[in-house]
C-alpha cells in the first residue's frame, strides 16, 4: 500500500533536548512538507521541500531543521531553541508537479510533548 | 496580512439534514482552494478542489462553491450522517507560491443522530 508513515506516534522529550522526527513517503512524490497544528488551530508549514537537496522555510521554521537526502524521507528535528515545542506534527507530500493543484496526502502524525 | 477564517469552531446539525460550512479570505487571490476532513489525532485527508474559474464543484454528498468577488467558499454536506463528524479544514495556495497552502482553524462539525 502506498502512503506515508511518521513515527514515533508519541514522542516525550526533555527540556533541552534535540529530538528527530520521521516521515517516509512510497508514493514517488517530489514534495514533501512539515507542518504543526496546537490545540483549536489550523496547520501552520514549518519546513517544505520540493525536490531532493532542496527545502525552504515556511511560517514557522525558527528552532526547526530539517534535510532531503533521499526522495522518500524528510525528516524534522526539533531543536532546542524551539521554544514551545509541545504540538502536532504532521508531514504530508503531494506530486510536485509544475501547475498542478496538488492535493496533500498526510501522515498519521507526532504528538510531541516536553516535559 | 493574508487571512482565512472558517465560520465558526463547531457546528452540530441534525442527521439528514445539509450542513453548510463557511470558509473567508482576505489578502488573497488564490488560484485554488481544497477542502481536507481530519478526525481526531489524525492527519487531514482531502476532499475536493475547487478552482478560481470553477464556481460549484460535487462529489457525491459534498458540494463546493467558490465566489471570488465574496472571498468565500462554501462546502456542502447533504444527507448528512453521524460519521460525518469531523473537522473540516478549507486551505488556500499562498500567494507566489504554487504548491504552499494555507490552512484555516478548521470547523468541528457534529451529525446528531
Known amino acids: 500500500d502506498g502512503g506515508i508513515t511518521q513515527s514515533p506516534k508519541y514522542l516525550f522529550r526533555k527540556e533541552g533536548q534535540n529530538v528527530t522526527l520521521s516521515c517516509e513517503q512510497n508514493?514517488?512524490?517530489?514534495?514533501m512538507y512539515w507542518y504543526r497544528q496546537d490545540p483549536g488551530q489550523g496547520l501552520r508549514l514549518i519546513y517544505y521541500?520540493?525536490?531532493?537537496?532542496?527545502?525552504q522555510k515556511g511560517d514557522i521554521a525558527e528552532g526547526y531543521s530539517v534535510s532531503r537526502e533521499k526522495k522518500e524521507s524528510f525528516p524534522l528535528t526539533v531543536t532546542s531553541a524551539q521554544k514551545n515545542p509541545t504540538a502536532f506534527y504532521l508531514c504530508?507530500?503531494?506530486?510536485?508537479?509544475?501547475?498542478?493543484?496538488?492535493?496533500?496526502?498526510f501522515g498519521p502524525g507526532t504528538r510531541l510533548t516536553v516535559l | 496580512s493574508q487571512k482565512i477564517e472558517q465560520n465558526s469552531e463547531a457546528l452540530n446539525i441534525q442527521e439528514g439534514k445539509t450542513a453548510t460550512l463557511t470558509c473567508n479570505y482576505t489578502?488573497?487571490?488564490?488560484?485554488?482552494l481544497q477542502w481536507y476532513r481530519q478526525d481526531p489525532g489524525r492527519g487531514p485527508v482531502f476532499l475536493l478542489l475547487?478552482?478560481?474559474?470553477?464556481k460549484e464543484k460535487r462529489k457525491e454528498r459534498l458540494k463546493v462553491t467558490f465566489d471570488t468577488t465574496l472571498k468565500q467558499s462554501l462546502f456542502h454536506i447533504t444527507a448528512s450522517q453521524p460519521a460525518d463528524s469531523a473537522t473540516y479544514l478549507c486551505?488556500?495556495?499562498?500567494?507566489?507560491?504554487?504548491?504552499?497552502?494555507?490552512f484555516g482553524s478548521g470547523t468541528q462539525l457534529t451529525v446528531l443522530p
Open positions: 508514493l514517488n512524490h517530489d514534495a
Open positions: 521541500s520540493q525536490i531532493v537537496n532542496d527545502f
Open positions: 489578502n488573497y487571490s488564490p488560484a485554488y
Open positions: 504530508a507530500s503531494s506530486t510536485g508537479l509544475a501547475g498542478a493543484a496538488d492535493e496533500q496526502f
Open positions: 486551505a488556500l495556495v499562498k500567494s507566489g507560491s504554487a504548491r504552499q497552502l494555507t
Open positions: 475547487i478552482r478560481e474559474n470553477e
